[in-house]
Nanobody, 124 residues
Framework: VQLQASGGGLVQAGGSLRLACAASRISFRSYVMAWFRQAPGKDREFVGAISGTGSRTEYADSVKDRFIMYRGNAKNTVYLQMNNLKPEDTAVYYC??????????????????WGQGTLVTVSS
């Protein structure tokens, strides 16, 4: 299984970025996909998750109404559209895959596979 995250970069506060995570060697539609992030000196934290069909999503309170997850199952890719970015959103963003049914999606231990991370830097 491989997860390849991309789309990070430097953006000013109030700007937008779209992250993508391309998956290979998995039955993509069967996996709950999630994004986590880790800022320097902090623990990895949950950002959002999406069910295999895309019909269910859940977000951390800190990003709700600003970030949107969606997936393109035909392309084995999950996306994180990030709007109205704030300096506190600065972190390395990781995508993750869970082969089980929807569960405690905010827990890192739920996920069997992780991407390599992509850095998002938001300047004030």
């Amino acid at each position: 299984v491989q997860l390849q995250a991309s789309g990070g970069g430097l953006v000013q506060a109030g700007g937008s970025l779209r992250l993508a995570c391309a998956a290979s060697r998995i039955s993509f539609r069967s996996y709950v996909m999630a994004w986590f992030r880790q800022a320097p000196g902090k623990d990895r934290e949950f950002v959002g998750a999406i069910s295999g069909t895309g019909s269910r999503t859940e977000y951390a309170d800190s990003v709700k109404d600003r970030f949107i997850m969606y997936r393109g199952n035909a392309k084995n890719t999950v996306y994180l559209q990030m709007n109205n970015l704030k300096p506190e959103d600065t972190a390395v963003y990781y995508c993750a895959a869970d082969p089980q049914a929807w569960g405690s999606v905010y827990r890192t231990a739920e996920y069997d596979y992780w991407g390599q991370g992509t850095l998002v830097t938001v300047s004030s």
